[in-house]
């Protein structure tokens, strides 16, 4: 149960694709969090990309209508190898960003390594690692992790947004060592 003294968040974390997009809401409370949903829009059996965005578009905006959250935190864009594909998650993510912003629902974006550097203290950690840490940060059973780690960075990026409204990273004090960045950081984990 979060604490009802202290203002709720809800926050709707976005991991921009267009095969799986992942998405979560995170309901927090002061130094409380807990995660309302967290899963993946499949449109891999969706073959025009147009149709692809369209189905993101209102999907987003059904989240929105369901469940009413205070922010929208989305992935931003990295350089990519592959042109194309960088192209494709660019529509993504900008016909998520329109869907929120249809519903004036305020957008942060952050950058990949910010939001693993909130979540493990390693800018360049695996998906794997953050769904760990996450796991361990809001006591998930490991039977309600999911298949796809689009939905745990999700989550990741709905958390990275939760702990810039209490602890902008830049106050952080640098580690050497995951033991360290478990000590300095045990307050982070939820009970």
């Not at 192209?87 to 998520?96: D, E, I, T």
């Not at 996450?134 to 939760?162: E, S, V, W």
Request: hydrophobic share 45%.
């Amino acid at each position: 149960m979060l604490d009802k003294l202290v203002p709720e968040h809800l926050i709707l974390g976005i991991d921009p694709g267009t095969n799986y997009m992942g998405y979560a809401l995170l309901r927090t409370a002061g130094s409380k969090a807990e995660p309302v949903l967290f899963d993946v829009l499949d449109l891999t059996k969706i073959e025009q990309h147009y149709e692809k965005l369209q189905k993101i578009f209102f999907f987003v905006q059904d989240l929105i209508n369901r469940y009413h959250p205070t922010v929208l935190a989305i992935e931003a864009q990295f350089v990519d190898k592959n042109v194309q594909t960088m192209l494709k998650l660019a529509h993504g993510q900008g016909v998520a960003i329109a869907a929120a912003l249809s519903k004036d629902i305020p957008i942060v974006e952050y950058s990949p390594m910010k939001i693993k550097m909130a979540i493990t203290g390693n800018g360049h950690a695996s998906k794997e690692q953050v769904a760990g840490m996450l796991q361990r940060f809001l006591h998930l059973n490991p039977a309600d992790m999911p298949k796809h780690l689009d939905a745990t960075d999700a989550l990741g990026i709905a958390y990275c947004h939760y702990l810039q409204l209490g602890m902008p990273l830049s106050a952080a004090k640098p580690v050497k060592s995951w033991a360290e960045f478990a000590r300095q950081n045990g307050s982070r984990i939820h009970k």
